[in-house]
Structures are given as structure tokens and as C-alpha cells.
């Protein structure tokens, strides 16, 4: 990919109808989704549908991700088929609890492509450190509504909070961009939304999933630094070219961890 995705939008991959109108909504990447998306009698007709769609020269296919159905089920190995036959470079693999699960995808994807593993179950979220340093991995998403699921979750985002602190640490070690945020599944409501970012955002995540258009921009938004935050940031860096070691602005110290904070910002800004 070109540069960091913000946003991964889905589109079930039986409706290639979508596929090029979902590469122009804004999102930074478009998952083709051959799994929860897909039901089990249309999943022939979604791998079909990517395998005539995908071409590697597509002008935006750095921004394509394909989602497949996990290791457990019927159509794992025929999901692998598809990704060897079209040459896809980023797989998105659904209940991710080990290496060896990464491993066997890689093997299906052609020399440099990644894998963004989910974790979303408990075994997961146990193994994540692994999981984060295996090679090929691109970066963690986590799947929280079947999470909670395996978990027996009763919605309060504290049951979160825990597996997605791992996840975000162990990407950090590993040398991984932060990771990716579940969905949100309230359509339309724009504060749930905003609530599951900030959420994401306190645990180190830097990335959602996204399950239609209009969350895209809303997330765009979010992740995007406020006026107030960049003025702020180019304040400490002008006041920290002529100072030596800690300084007071604006009646508070700032030291090496709070210029790093600033760099950072607009770093993101620029982004």
C-alpha cells in the first residue's frame, strides 16, 4: 500500500458491482469480503466475482485487501486458490490464533505480500505477541463483535479492554503499524461511532474497520488533529529550538516525552 490506511471499508465480494465505487468513497482501502459478508451459497460466486475482477494492474489495487474465511472452514482452501490465481498482496485472515495459520497464506500470496490477521477470539488474544511477530504480517485488526461472542460479552466496551491494550503493545514490539479497530455495527449513528474511535484511539489503535461509506469520512475526521492540536504542536516546537532541556509553556513542563507527542502530531497532520 501506498501509505497507511486510516479506514478499511468492506464490500461483500459476491457484489462486484461495488468494487469500483467503494475504491472511490474516500476510504483508504476497499476489503473484498469473501467471509461473515458472503452467504455460504454465494461464496463460489464472490471468489468468481474476484478472481474476474482482480487484474495486478489495476490503477488502485494497492488499496485492495481480501478478507477470506478461516483456517476451520470449508472454504479456506478454496479462498487460498483465488488468492494464487489473482496475485493479491494483502489478505485479511479471520480468527487468527497462530503463526502457522499466517504461514499458510503467505505461502498463497506472491513475494512481499502481508497478511493483517484478526484477532477475535480468546486463543488469539493470547498468542497476539506471536502472531504480531510473525513474518509477513502486516499489521493486527481486532474483531470485536466476535470476540464477545467467544467470550460471552455483554456490549460494555471494558471487556475490550484488555485484548485490545495486547494488541497495540504487541504491534508496537513487533515493529507493526498500530492496529486496526473492530466495526461499528450502529449505522448512522455518528456518536456510537465517534465513542468506538475514542475508545480506539486511548487503547493505541490507528486504523477502523469501516462496514459503509458514510463511516469513512467520520473516521477521516476523527483521525485528523484539530486546529487547536496543531497550533499547540508548533508552539512547543518553536519554543524547544531555543531552549536546552525542559521548559515551561503555558504554565506546564514540557520534556523530551512531550515534544516527541508534538512531532508526532503533525507528523499525523501532514499525513
Not at 71 to 78: P, R, S
Not at 175 to 183: F, S
Not at 214 to 237: F, G, M, N, S, Y
Not at 243 to 256: C, E, I, N, P, T
Request: charged share 25%; glycine share 8%.
Amino acid at each position: 500500500m501506498t501509505r497507511l490506511p486510516a479506514t478499511y471499508l468492506f464490500v461483500p465480494g459476491n457484489r462486484a458491482d461495488r468494487f469500483d465505487s467503494a475504491l472511490h468513497s474516500g476510504t483508504d482501502a476497499v476489503v473484498l469480503d469473501l467471509e461473515d459478508a458472503v452467504t455460504p451459497q454465494d461464496k463460489p460466486a464472490a471468489r468468481d466475482a474476484i478472481r474476474n475482477w482482480y487484474v495486478p494492474e489495476h490503477e488502485r489495487v494497492a488499496q485492495v485487501v481480501v478478507r477470506i474465511n478461516d483456517e476451520t472452514t470449508a472454504w479456506f482452501e478454496d479462498d487460498l486458490m483465488v488468492l494464487s490465481a489473482t496475485g493479491v498482496r494483502t489478505v485479511m485472515l479471520p480468527k487468527a490464533e497462530a503463526p502457522g495459520q499466517i504461514e499458510r497464506v503467505l505461502a498463497a500470496l506472491p513475494e512481499g505480500g502481508t497478511v493483517v490477521p484478526i484477532i477475535e477470539s480468546a486463543r488469539g488474544a493470547l498468542n497476539c505477541d506471536s502472531i504480531a511477530a510473525t513474518k509477513g504480517v502486516h499489521r493486527l485488526a481486532f474483531g470485536t463483535l466476535d470476540y464477545a461472542v467467544d467470550l460471552n460479552l455483554p456490549g460494555d466496551e471494558r471487556g475490550l479492554l484488555y485484548t485490545a491494550s495486547r494488541m497495540a503493545i504487541a504491534s508496537k514490539a513487533a515493529g507493526l503499524a498500530t492496529p486496526i479497530a473492530g466495526v461499528t455495527a450502529a449505522l448512522g449513528d455518528d456518536e456510537r461511532l465517534k465513542a468506538d474511535l475514542d475508545f480506539a484511539r486511548a487503547c493505541g489503535f490507528g486504523a477502523k474497520l469501516c462496514i459503509h461509506p458514510k463511516q469513512v469520512a467520520v473516521v477521516h475526521a476523527w483521525w485528523a488533529p484539530t486546529t487547536t492540536e496543531i497550533e499547540w504542536a508548533q508552539r512547543v516546537l518553536g519554543a524547544a529550538e531555543g531552549s536546552q532541556g525542559a521548559f515551561q509553556l503555558d504554565g506546564k513542563m514540557v520534556d523530551r516525552p512531550v515534544i516527541l507527542k508534538a512531532r508526532n502530531l503533525l507528523d499525523r497532520a501532514r499525513k
